[in-house]
T-cell receptor
Framework: GAVVSQHPSRVICKSGTSVKIECRSLDFQATTMFWYRQFPKQSLMLMATSNEGSKATYEQGVEKDKFLINHASLTLSTLTVTSAHPEDSSFYIC???????????????FGSGTRLTVV | AQSVTQLGSHVSVSEGALVLLRCNYSSSVPPYLFWYVQYPNQGLQLLLKYTSAATLVKGINGFEAEFKKSETSFHLTKPSAHMSDAAEYFCAVRGGSQGNLIFGKGTKLSVKP
């Protein structure tokens, strides 16, 4: 089945530093990658959408200079949280769609999430 | 705009009892609907999805859901709850401007021994 590998699963960083989160599609080509943020005991909120080889589209209220998204290949997308602050502490999850479309087995496959804690 | 509403933020059942998690959707087009399960500090695992084929969708771990257009519902059921079913469950509809999923607020399922 479709697998998206997300790393790291947990990261603690100091305020002001940058953190990179990777999502790799292991057995399919991820033409679209969605990045979500989840606050404790809340639902998932879309941060941005990236398509391979093009710039990411950010949702309203998401700072594109703080949350840098790169989708340079069909199997790898990265989210870099720049100059992280404690308020950026959250659970970040990626989700990928393959070129077969969202209704295929490769549609909307989620990574395992990254717990970011900024101290 | 598409949206989903999950009725009940917390559902508690006894082991072996029926599980019923409710989800109603709003969509201006034929919807794609999904149910995911999330265990603490983990990502989302797909339980099942409806993409305009059979209205009764069978998923993993004994779960199933029925798409009812007249009721705009997509409730998740399982005949007999197991302790390992205790988790957070999210209903979602495809419908964002980027083709993304829009999630309900989630329902936490507790299973009592």
């Amino acid at each position: 089945g479709a697998v998206v590998s997300q790393h790291p699963s947990r990261v603690i960083c100091k305020s002001g530093t940058s953190v990179k989160i990777e999502c790799r599609s292991l057995d399919f080509q991820a033409t679209t990658m969605f990045w979500y943020r989840q606050f404790p005991k809340q639902s998932l909120m879309l941060m941005a959408t990236s398509n391979e080889g093009s710039k990411a589209t950010y949702e309203q209220g998401v700072e594109k200079d703080k949350f840098l998204i790169n989708h340079a290949s069909l199997t790898l997308s990265t989210l870099t949280v720049t100059s992280a602050h404690p308020e950026d502490s959250s659970f970040y999850i990626c989700s990928a769609n393959g070129r077969e479309g969202p209704s295929s087995v490769y549609g909307y496959t989620f990574g395992s999430g990254t717990r970011l804690t900024v101290v | 705009a598409q949206s989903v509403t999950q009725l009940g933020s917390h559902v508690s059942v006894s082991e072996g009892a029926l599980v019923l998690l409710r989800c109603n959707y709003s969509s201006s087009v034929p919807p794609y609907l999904f149910w995911y399960v999330q265990y603490p500090n983990q990502g989302l695992q797909l339980l099942l999805k409806y993409t305009s084929a059979a209205t009764l969708v069978k998923g993993i771990n004994g779960f199933e859901a029925e798409f009812k257009k007249s009721e705009t519902s997509f409730h998740l059921t399982k005949p007999s709850a197991h302790m390992s079913d205790a988790a957070e469950y999210f209903c979602a509809v495809r419908g964002g401007s980027q083709g993304n999923l829009i999630f309900g607020k989630g329902t936490k399922l507790s299973v009592k021994p």
